[in-house]
């Protein structure tokens, strides 16, 4: 069965389910670890710091001050798995427009849950519109995550057990 053709259930996702999705999470989260720190440097000036977010965010909503591990594995936490099973959630309890539109929409909506949800949370701006180019690569960085995370997961849920 195709992504494209699947019917909704509101099932949990299978242990294999949960694996493959983590596995694909941590294909677009290395890959985004590398387009962050490397060509959006290039471009931008200076990498995107995504724990420098979370520990921005944790201190304007709870007074909170994380260490900087803290809010990389919170980071890579969210990366691995939490945007994964979001990405299932979407794709098989709301509508699934198959691959690869179902990768590149969810990263492009993990993108907005970042940056116009949680960075205005922290103190930052909306989008951080005051740095449009590190915005932008911050589009791309999350478009080509959201695309392999689930290029993989499909990918590996194809396989026969």
Do not use: C
């Not at 694996?19 to 694909?24: D, R, S």
């Not at 709870?62 to 594995?73: D, E, R, V, Y």
Request: proline residues 7%; hydrophobic residues 55%.
């Amino acid at each position: 069965m195709t992504t494209a053709t699947m019917t909704r259930s509101v099932a949990l996702p299978s242990s294999r389910t949960v694996i493959n999705l983590a596995l694909g999470g941590f294909a677009g989260l290395g890959f985004w670890e590398l387009f962050s720190a490397v060509p959006t440097a290039w471009v931008a000036g200076f990498p995107l710091e995504p724990p420098e977010l979370v520990k921005a965010l944790f201190y304007h909503q709870f007074g909170l001050q994380l260490s900087t591990p803290i809010a990389k594995l919170l980071h890579f936490t969210t990366g691995f798995l939490f945007y994964p099973l979001g990405y299932w959630i979407l794709t098989r309890w709301v509508k699934s427009f198959g691959m690869p539109a179902d990768g590149w929409i969810w990263g492009v909506i993990t993108y907005f849950i970042a940056l116009a949800f949680f960075a205005p949370l922290g103190g930052q701006r909306f989008l951080l519109n005051d740095v449009p180019l590190l915005s932008f690569m911050s589009l791309i960085g999350h478009a080509l995550y959201g695309w392999l995370s689930a290029y993989v997961f499909e990918a590996l849920e194809a396989r026969k057990p």
